[in-house]
Structure formats: C-alpha cells, structure tokens
C-alpha cells in the first residue's frame, strides 16, 4: 500500500512538470510575445558568452597605495615648536641671524669700535679729548692703533721713571755720589756712572723687556713683524695688584695713567733741554 502511494505520488509529479512545459511553450507559440522572446534569447547567449570569458585580475590596490606613500615621522613637541618659531620668524632676521658677526673677546672690557677715535680705547679726557695732535691713528688699522697704544703707555711709564729720576738723582745722596747733594746735573752722570753699576742696571731693563715681549708680541717667523697678539690689550702686562675688577674702573685708571704719562713725557723732555741750556739742576735753577 504505501509503494502503491509513492507510485501514484510521483506519476501526479510528472504530469504537472510536463503540462507546465507545455504551457510554457504555448505561451511563447503565441505571436504578441516574440519580441520577449527574441530579447530573452539574447540575454541567455549574452550570458553564457560571459560566463566563459576570461575575468581580468584586480590587484589589491591598498598595499601599493601604501608603497607610494611617503613614510611620515612623528613630530615631537619641541621639533614643532622649533619649526614654528623658525616660520614665523621674518626672512630679515634669518639672513641676519645667520649672517652675524662672530663674537669678539672684550679686554679688560674694551671691545674695538671702529665708529669712534683711536678704536674706543680710554685715554680721552677734556679738554682735549682723544690726545693724538699729529694725527699718527687717522685712518690707521686696528692692528696699528694697539702697536701705537703700546708704544705711547710704555714711553709715558719710562717717562715717569725718568721724571723721578731727575729730581731724585740730582737732589739726594746716590750710590756714586754718596752723600753729597750738589754733584754733577741729571744729563751728565750717566758717563760718570762705573759700568759695575750700569751692567746689573741695564740687564734688569733687558729681562723686562724679554718678559714684555714675550707676553704681548707675536713671534718673528710666526707672524708679521711687530705685531701684538690679538689677545693681549696694550700695555697689560698682568700686574693685578691695583688693576680695577670692572670694566668702568679699568678704563678710568688707565685715562688716569696716559695722562700722568703724556705729562710726564713732556716734563721729562723739558728737564731735559733746560739743564742743557743753562747746566743747572733742576731744583738748583728753582732756588733750591
């Protein structure tokens, strides 16, 4: 019974399969829908030609998108804010940034200016202010306003020794002379001197001057000659015992030095020529 069922079952399948097809057929048979069936009959053949063509290979296009991009680097805080200062920064005050002068060293607080007298180096007072009357720094270099500078510190030192020297020697008891004060004038004890006296005199002058240059002057064959090392300031020869601390009390001492100087100078000078016109010392022709 139940195989008699299954039979029956499958037979009613078939029959409603085959008047399905047949009703299918019937209705294209039919002449209003050609036109359907033509256009159904293309998209069948369309679609199996697809079916068997060939499907192009895409490559995956987000890792070269990551090739051809450029590796970024994480900015720290500091670099942005570097970068920042640097775009605001005006194109002027870079160029001048990076065009600035090296810093120049200043001694014993004088730094060279070339827009005033002499370089900017102490020495003017009033009345006269800078003290040159025959113009020897017009127009001269650096290099030769320090040459002049030590030249004229050093002749007003001697000068001021030698202003002493007058007054002292002719007036008071002398290791040649002994005690007696009326000896022979300033310009003529110098032949009158023994040389047991001169030698030990002249060789302490020597070695002082050896020490001098060797501490402010350039080498012969390492430089040009005469020339004063670039860090040695005129006239310093290292004695701190009254040198000021400050820049302001070095230049005013050191005014106060050329102008002792400069007088000195001109008193020595004048000594000089008075004791050779009239053969008197010096106290001796002021009533002394």
């Known amino acids: 019974h139940a195989l008699t069922t299954t039979a029956r079952a499958d037979q009613d399948r078939i029959a409603t399969t085959h008047s399905s097809h047949f009703s299918f057929i ?20 369309v679609a199996g030609a697809a079916a068997f063509a060939p499907s192009a290979t895409v490559a995956p296009t987000t890792s070269a998108l990551r090739m051809s991009e450029p590796a970024t680097e994480v900015e720290t805080p500091a670099a942005v804010e570097a970068t920042g200062e640097a775009a605001a920064m005006p194109m002027a005050d870079q160029t001048t940034e990076l065009n600035a002068a090296p810093v120049v060293q200043a001694l014993n607080g004088w730094v060279a200016d070339e827009s005033k007298p002499c370089f900017g180096l102490p020495g003017a007072s009033a009345p006269l202010g800078y003290f040159d009357p025959l113009g020897f720094c017009k127009g001269r270099n650096l290099e030769g306003v320090k040459r002049f500078r030590e030249a004229e510190v050093m002749h007003g030192r001697v000068a001021m020794m030698a202003t002493l020297g007058y007054l002292i020697g002719e007036s008071t008891p002398t290791i040649t002379y002994g005690m007696n004060v009326h000896h022979t004038i300033a310009n003529n004890q110098l032949p009158e001197v023994p040389g047991t006296v001169l030698f030990p005199f002249f060789l302490a002058i020597n070695i002082s001057e050896a020490l001098r240059a060797s501490k402010g002057w350039v080498e012969p064959g390492l430089g040009p000659l005469f020339t004063l090392r670039e860090n040695y300031y005129p006239g310093d020869l290292g004695l701190t015992l009254f040198k000021p601390k400050d820049a302001e009390g ?10 002792n100087g400069r007088l000195a100078m001109l008193a020595a000078a004048g000594m000089c020529v008075q004791e050779q ?11 002394f």
């Open 26 to 45: 019937a209705t294209f048979d039919k002449p209003q829908n050609k036109p359907n069936m033509k256009l159904a009959i293309l998209s069948a053949a």
């Open 250 to 259: 070095f230049a005013n001492m050191q005014t106060k030095e050329l102008n």
């Open 277 to 287: 016109i009239n053969g008197k010392g010096i106290l001796e022709n002021l009533g």
